[in-house]
C-alpha cells in the first residue's frame, strides 16, 4: 500500500470541497472494499477524507417514504424497526451481505460504491479494462464462472456484488447526491452503469458528488416479499444468482409485482419485462415460470458461467414462490 494523506472532513461541504480540489483523492468511510483494492495495488489515492462524523447516519419515515442516510450502517438499517415494518425486503438482502462484522463497519453509500469482485480485477498481473483501460478482458475468454449474463459487452462481464443493491433497485430507490453543483436525486435504476466501452465507470456520479441518502418510496410490500441468494457456501460469499422480489397481491391476483437480480450484470438487473407479465396473473408456479422465461430472453453464457442459464430461472420461480406464500 503506497502512502497517503489523511483528512477528516467537518461538514459535507468541506468534504466536497476537499475532494475537488484534489483529483487524486476518495472518500472514506468503513471502507471495507476501498481498503482492500489498496492493499492490492488495485487503487491508489493520494489523500482519504474521512466522512464518519459527517450527519448522515440518520434514518426516519417522511410522508412519501423512508429516507436512510448515507452514514447509517448496514447493520443498522438491518435492524431498525421503520425498515423493518415499512422495508422488509431491504432488511432481507442487507443480512445476506458478507458477514456480521463487516455489515457493522459497511455503510450505505458505500455498499453501493463497492467494486466488482472479479479475480481479474483485483490481479495487477492480469488484463482488465475496468482497472486498466484498453488492456483487455481476462475474465471474457478466461475462468469466467461468477461472471454476468445480463448487459455484458467484449470489454467487461464482471458483475456488480451488493446484495443491499438488488432490493433498493426493486424498491425503486432514489439515491440523494451533493457535488460543487448543487444537489440531485438520481433514480436507482439509472445510478449504476453496464460496461459498455467504458467499463472503468461503475455509476454515474459526477466528480467530487457525494452521497447523502437514500429514499425508497411507499409501497405496499410488506407482506408478499423474499430475497434468495444462491452462493457456493452459506456465509460470507458473493452471489452465484441472487433475486429480490415483491409482490402485492389481491386475494391470489398480482397487482404489482417488482423483482431485481444479483450476481448477474454489472449492475442490479431489474427485470421490468417479467413484473409487467406478472401483472394481473394469478400468483402461482406456472405463471412464475412463464415470467422467469420473459427474464431470460436476452441472457447469454461465457462458457463457465453457462450454469447460470438454468439457475438463474429456477431462483426466479422459488424466490416468487416464497413471496407469494409468506404469511
Known sequence: MINFQYVRASSPKAAIDAIAKDPGAQFVAGGTNLIDLMKKGVVNPQKLIDINSLPLKNLEKQSNGLRIGALALNSAVSEHE??????????????????????????????????????????????????????????????????????????CIAVHPSDMCIALAALDAVVMVSGPKGDRRIPFADFHRLPGDQPQKDNNLQKGELITGVHIPD???????????????????????????????????????????????????????????????????????????????????????NFKLRLAPVTIVETLQLAANKS
Open 82 to 155: 421503520l425498515v423493518l415494518q415499512h422495508q422488509p425486503l431491504l432488511s432481507l438482502a442487507l443480512k445476506a451481505g458478507a458477514s456480521a462484522q463487516l455489515r457493522n463497519m459497511a455503510t450505505v453509500g458505500g455498499n453501493m460504491l463497492q467494486r466488482t469482485r472479479c479475480p481479474y480485477f483485483y490481479n495487477t498481473d492480469m488484463p482488465c479494462n475496468k482497472r486498466q483501460p484498453g488492456s483487455g478482458c481476462g475474465a471474457l475468454k478466461g475462468y469466467n464462472r461468477m461472471h454476468a449474463i445480463f448487459g455484458a459487452s467484449e470489454n
Open 219 to 305: 409501497n405496499k410490500f410488506q407482506k408478499h416479499y423474499h430475497y434468495l441468494k444462491v452462493r457456493d457456501r452459506i456465509s460470507y460469499a458473493f452471489a452465484l444468482v441472487s433475486v429480490a422480489a415483491a409482490l402485492e397481491l389481491e386475494g391470489n391476483t398480482t397487482k404489482d409485482a417488482r423483482l431485481a437480480m444479483g450476481g448477474v450484470a454489472h449492475k442490479p438487473w431489474r427485470l421490468r419485462e417479467a413484473e409487467q407479465f406478472l401483472k394481473g396473473k394469478a400468483a402461482n408456479e406456472a405463471n412464475f415460470k412463464q415470467a422467469a422465461q420473459v427474464a431470460m430472453k436476452d441472457a447469454k453464457g461465457y462458457g463457465h458461467n
